[in-house]
């Protein structure tokens, strides 16, 4: 089956919906910690689903490892919603989310902490980032429970053939600017061919009203 | 004529707001695509009223909305964000914006923009 291609246009669409979404998710995440969030501008990309874990790899830092909350979402767009942040990530998030007096409980307590507020926070970014991009393009998604994995990306547990061949990846890559802190995080949205065919037609649905 | 600077690194964007305008209104339509480029279209055309993003390279539209005031303190500017954040609404208008449009605008939101601009207008001359 030929690859799906995007054109300049159809990206600036997606672009422009990821970006509200993002602004969304911003919004709804401020509210929980109570912080204002300053967005970057987002750098969206789209390529080959097999080649997701070199695009991850780029996101992590030194150490190799990262923090991924992994969510599926079903609707006429359907397919996987991975939320990558470096794995210091989790313990600036803890901090934002005002638990670091828990520092003094053992290490396992910790990262079990740190899981649950990587899940609550990929829950919110994902499900304000999604919903806001498919309410937009008249569908409406429901989701899987959140999932957290902590990866290294040289034994990532994400085999190449994870997904159907025909997939492919819209990344989107922002910095949180907390007001204290600043948190990397890229998201990817995984969909098989069928469901990036209806993408790209909804897109062209959603602009039509402004022709 | 009104003259429009409407800002915004998204074509996209910048698309859909132009044709939110209502159709029976003339405008002359300046654009920008990031606070930097929109500050030195400012100062080459003085418009009536300026629709800005926030988020955008080069100089972000809370930049932009300062540097745009000093030059001209009596500037309406209308920002059109996709941060929906509650803080950024109040740094938004501490700016000195007129007023916030969330992303997507729609053809009624910015009719009802546009008349407050028109009326903050009047009431500067």
């Not at chain 2, 409407?6 to 606070?35: H, W």
Request: aromatic residues 6%; charged residues 25%.
């Amino acid at each position: 089956m030929a690859e799906i291609q995007f054109s300049g246009v159809e990206k600036d669409i997606l672009q422009e919906l990821m970006n509200i979404g993002f602004g969304q998710a911003a919004a709804d995440l401020a509210q929980v910690i109570d912080l204002s969030i300053e967005l970057s501008v987002p750098d969206i990309q789209l390529f080959k689903a097999s080649e997701l874990r070199e695009h991850i790899g780029t996101e992590a830092d030194s150490d190799q490892e990262f923090s991924l909350v992994e969510q599926y979402f079903l609707g006429k767009f359907k397919g996987i919603a991975l939320l990558v942040f470096p794995a210091k990530a989790g313990k600036k998030l803890v901090s934002l989310f005002g638990l670091q007096d828990q520092s003094n409980k053992p290490s396992q307590h910790l990262e079990l902490l740190e899981k649950e507020v990587m899940m609550e926070v990929g829950n919110i970014l994902i499900g304000a980032c999604v919903g806001k991009i498919t309410e937009l393009l008249n569908d409406v998604v429901i989701y899987s429970p959140p999932r957290v994995m902590i990866q290294d990306v040289r034994n990532s547990a994400l085999p190449r053939n994870l997904f159907d061949p025909s997939s492919m990846a819209i990344s989107m890559k922002t910095v949180f600017h907390f007001e204290q802190q600043e948190i990397s995080g890229q998201l990817f949205l995984i969909a098989n061919q069928e469901s990036i065919t209806w993408l790209k037609s909804a897109l062209h649905a959603f602009m039509e009203q402004y022709q | 004529m009104i003259t429009l600077l409407i800002v915004d690194d998204s074509p996209i964007a910048r698309q859909i707001l132009k044709k939110c305008l209502p159709k029976e209104s003339a405008f002359s339509i300046i654009e920008a695509a990031d606070g930097q480029e929109a500050l030195d279209k400012y100062r080459q055309y003085h418009p009536e009223i300026t629709f800005m993003d926030m988020t955008m390279p080069v100089m972000d539209g809370f930049q932009a909305i300062a540097e745009i005031k000093q030059v001209d303190p009596q500037a309406i500017i209308i920002a059109a964000t996709a941060d929906v954040q509650k803080k950024a609404r109040q740094r938004i208008i501490e700016l000195g914006a007129l007023m916030q449009l969330a992303k997507p605008v729609s053809p009624k939101a910015v009719r009802d923009a546009l008349a407050k601009a028109e009326q903050a207008l009047r009431e500067q001359l």
